[in-house]
């Protein structure tokens, strides 16, 4: 859920149950044998123990598929219908989440987050600005991940489980877990038990870009309030139903999921179950099945004619609203899958001009991007850490491969 757990080691640097619909059937397509060849052959170098692949256009999918084991001890296969989590992918429904909110009339992006919370939020070097909405869902506002997120958002399943060590992040025990309105409350109001200075950057709101996964848990809360019902409740309700996304949700949240994945880490030692208190910002469970059908309704509401949000709302998730003074330190311009080079509403735009998210936590790397030129989008997700320049090149090994599908959708 933290962007900075995915290695991108390809350009020498870190950044960070069995069902088809009928909308959803895999048509016949002459290169997919030689890709499923291919990608077996990649998931036999053992890098990662299971991984799922998707690859859409608005009308059909492609491809979808999976690899490898979901199970070490038992061997089950990692299929196209595996559930697992997909990290700050996850942060792409809260901008859908917002612009279904403004389009019942219940916010509007430009609104102050202070109209909708119930506690007050101040930048502590600025309490004259008002956050805005739009500031929180372009990772403007001012909202930092400082080590108290790293050190109290993760919670195991079990406290039986041996607690996982060598990552940036601190596991806490199930005792440990509050819900999102308590734990944003303690960080951010001026009387909360874990507010401090630097839960901000000490820039104003709307001045620099720095990517907040604490940001994006806020902004689902702001729509909780603003909506009168629980966040995963609502996405539910208007961006999963609609789109058939029957095996995706939010793990911690009450939700069974069918064939879920262990994690893994070290390639072959499992990780306990875990969840985090900033469900939002990374807590989305689904399969390569389900994220087929999400990224095509992506790329319908890119060209315009989306299902679940009107053109004009989609125009403004679209919409690039930074420019190069908003990034301090400058931005990535070499990547093509970085996502940080300008923002939509929690949706990226990289420097080659795909759009989509990265997706990053203990276990887990994700992809999703589609080309707007040709209409043809890629999902991939596994579940084991990347840890070395090897993996990392398996992984965008797997990744290139799924561009041999599809054609020009223009």
């Known amino acids: ?73 038992s061997g089950e296969k990692y299929t196209a219908q595996t559930t697992q989590p997909v990290a700050s992918v996850s942060k792409t429904l809260i901008g859908l989440a917002l612009l279904k909110a403004q389009e019942m009339g219940k916010l509007r ?46 919670i195991l399943d079990d406290a039986s489980e041996a607690v996982p060590t060598g990552y940036p992040q601190k596991f806490n025990q199930p005792s440990a877990n509050i819900g999102m309105e308590e734990f944003l409350r303690g960080l951010f109001s001026e009387e909360g038990k874990y ?39 609502f996405v539910e309700q208007y961006i999963l139903k609609p789109l058939q996304m029957d095996d995706s949700g939010f793990y911690g949240r009450g939700k069974e999921f069918s064939n879920r994945s262990n994690l893994y880490t070290g390639k072959k030692v499992p990780l306990p179950f875990y969840h985090c208190i900033t469900y939002p910002d990374g807590g989305l469970v689904t399969s390569a099945h389900d994220m087929a059908l999400y990224l095509q309704e992506l790329i319908k509401g890119y060209k315009g004619n989306g299902k679940l949000l009107t053109a004009e709302s989609y125009k403004q998730f679209y919409t690039s609203y930074l420019g190069p003074k908003s990034f301090m330190d400058g931005r990535e311009s070499e990547n093509p899958f970085s996502d940080e080079y300008n923002s939509g509403l929690f949706i990226g735009f990289s420097p080659k001009g795909y759009i989509g998210h990265t997706g990053g936590d203990p276990g887990i790397s994700s992809l999703m991007f589609f080309d707007p030129e040709t209409g043809i989008g890629r999902f991939l997700m596994i579940n084991t850490d990347i840890d070395d320049k090897p993996g990392n090149d398996a992984f965008y090994a797997v990744w290139d491969a799924m561009g041999t599908i599809g054609k020009s959708d223009k």
């Open 109 to 154: 992006l430009s609104d102050p987050i202070n109209n909708y919370l119930p506690f007050k939020v101040q930048p502590a070097l600025f309490p004259d600005k008002e956050i805005t909405i739009q500031q929180l869902a372009t990772h403007t506002s001012s909202i930092h991940d400082n080590y108290q997120y790293m050190d109290r958002s993760y």
């Open 1 to 73: 859920m933290n962007k900075l757990f995915i290695i991108f080691l390809v350009f020498s640097c870190i950044s960070c149950r069995d069902k088809h619909p009928a909308t959803a059937k895999v048509p016949v397509n002459p290169t997919a044998d030689s890709l499923t060849a291919k990608l077996h052959t990649l998931a036999a170098q053992g890098y990662f123990a299971g991984f799922s692949v998707a690859v859409v256009n608005k009308d059909s999918v492609l491809y979808e598929n999976g690899f490898g084991t979901s199970n070490l001890s």
């Open 195 to 233: 507010y401090a200075e630097d839960n901000f950057t000490g820039f104003a709101p709307g001045q620099f870009y720095e990517y907040s996964n604490l940001g994006a848990t806020m902004a689902a809360l702001v729509v909780e309030k603003a909506v009168g019902m629980p966040y995963d409740a």
